[in-house]
């Protein structure tokens, strides 16, 4: 099932889309819910991010070829940070460059995982029953800010607009070895399979949900494949007027343009 957010004559609504075709979302969807009516075609909509979430928490260096490129030592545990919520954007929106830093913005395509219900403590084999369901996402990062200018994650992650996500969450996914890649103007830049994470879904919500309580709506960002712009001979950041696409097997394309701020 895919669960969607969208906006038709100034009213934003959740939705559950089939064929092309929405259908009124019943009932709470972090509780319990059903397909309605039909009520719309996908072309007459604006599809907005899937969920608005109380925390976007990430993970740093969870896939073994990223971690070899970047240089750093495989992880013992999760590596944890935060992007502000307010660095949201919805499927076909724009990523704004921004005035502080426009040099040195990167991509990341990861998969999200979004929270069904408050977890607190749970342990590995539970997870299933927490999680909603999963999307596309795009972890935008600043690398000057990130590396350079302030050496922690905090800024160069949550400038706005640098957490694309969507375009539905697909709650019927099996999402251990899933193709997963980003495409920047036609090119193909990263390209791997979840399969190759370090942390797998189960242990890495386990892991948060000891450290801190995940609420209805959290998103979680599992972290990025190699071939991010930053780690290339010749380094390639993102610039006005490109086309970046986020791709999950089983999920679909998750597409931003690219924009200076003005």
């Not at 545990?77 to 929106?93: C, G, M, Y």
Request: aromatic share 6%; hydrophobic share 40%.
């Amino acid at each position: 099932m895919r669960i969607i957010r969208y906006q038709k004559n100034n009213e934003i609504k959740n939705g559950i889309l089939k064929d092309e075709k929405i259908f009124e979302l019943e009932g709470d969807v972090f509780f319990d819910f059903s397909r309605g009516k039909e009520t719309a075609d996908l072309e007459e909509v604006k599809l907005l991010a899937p969920v608005v979430p109380p925390n976007i928490i990430a993970i740093g260096l969870n896939y073994r070829q990223h971690a070899v490129e970047t240089g750093a030592e495989i992880p013992e545990r999760p590596v944890i940070f935060l992007k502000a919520t307010s660095s949201l954007a919805d499927p076909n929106s724009e990523i704004i460059l921004p005035k502080l830093a426009p040099d040195e913005v990167d991509y990341e395509a990861e998969l999200a995982v979004i929270i069904a219900k408050e977890a607190k403590n749970i342990e590995t084999v539970e997870v299933d029953e927490y999680i909603l369901g999963y999307s596309c996402a795009n972890d935008v990062s600043a690398r000057d800010c990130q590396k350079k200018l302030d050496e922690q994650w905090a800024r160069g992650k949550s400038f706005d607009t640098f957490c694309p996500l969507g375009p539905w969450i697909e709650t019927e996914l099996d999402a251990a070895d899933l193709k997963i890649k980003s495409i920047l103007n036609g090119e193909v830049m990263q390209q791997s399979k979840t399969s190759d994470m370090i942390f797998n879904i189960e242990q890495l919500v386990s892991y948060l949900s000891h450290n801190m309580t995940l609420l209805p709506g959290t998103v979680i960002l599992t972290g990025t494949p190699e071939g991010v712009g930053f780690a290339r001979d010749d380094k390639v950041f993102l610039r006005d007027g490109d086309q970046i696409n986020i791709q999950i097997e089983g999920i679909g394309s998750l597409e931003n343009t690219v924009k200076k701020d003005m």
